[in-house]
């Protein structure tokens, strides 16, 4: 079965805190994708990247950055969490031109920044 | 701007009652789109796409270009629907999906 793990369910952290939320996946896909899932506002675009040391700006990528040294590995690090950080984050991915096919998304990390 | 827009927060129908969760969408051309489904402690997951024109657990969704509409329908709701359904666009040319906001369809027995 194919699969994305996103190494923690849940987290806790403290407000300044750097944080890293890990990402990996088993299926040779190019594209990996962060998104935040919020009530009320949906899953809105962090990151994404292409390849491997590409890197693309979403819809909110104030506060975030990511990192891809690794096909299999996409990591969304908060440089100094912040309490409006306090998400589910979901990681995504899907094979170049083949987003038709559907995403495969992982269990998400619920972030809670105290 | 590219945006979709699901109106509805929360859906609430009895068993066997029939089900419309609306979509609606902004772009200029012709997008692909998509109903995402998430049942409670499972991941997100593709529930249909508007290309395949196909129907999944007994649910249908019609692109209405006029409308600028992707609405996902069922004649007949079970309880085993009742979950957080995301509709969502994909720009041609890229792979990246913009997704809506989200309806939570609650099925009472």
């Known amino acids: 079965d194919v699969k994305v793990t996103q190494s923690s369910r849940y987290l806790v952290k403290r407000t300044g805190e750097k944080v890293f939320l890990e990402c990996v996946q088993d299926m040779d896909h190019e594209n990996m994708f962060w998104y935040r899932q919020d009530p009320g506002l949906g899953l809105r675009l962090i990151y994404f990247s292409y390849d491997v040391k590409m890197k693309e700006k979403g819809d909110i990528p104030e506060g975030y950055s990511v990192s891809r040294e690794k096909k299999e590995r996409f990591s969304l690090i908060l440089e100094s969490a912040s309490t409006n950080q306090t998400s589910m984050y979901l990681c995504a991915s899907t094979q170049v031109g083949r987003t038709n096919y559907g995403y495969t998304f992982g269990s998400g990390t619920r972030l809670t920044v105290v | 701007a590219q945006r979709v827009t699901q109106p509805e927060k929360l859906l609430s129908v009895f068993k066997g009652a029939p089900v419309e969760l609306k979509c609606n969408y902004s772009y200029s051309g012709s997008p692909e789109l998509f109903w995402y489904v998430q049942y409670s402690r499972q991941r997100l997951q593709l529930l249909l796409r508007?290309?395949s024109r196909e129907s999944i657990k007994g649910f249908t969704a019609d692109l209405n270009k006029g409308e600028t509409s992707f609405h996902l329908k069922k004649p007949f709701a079970q309880e085993e629907d009742s979950a957080m359904y995301y509709c969502a666009l994909s720009p041609i040319g890229t792979d990246k999906l913009i997704f809506g906001t989200g309806t939570r369809l609650q099925v009472f027995p």
């Open positions: 508007h290309i």
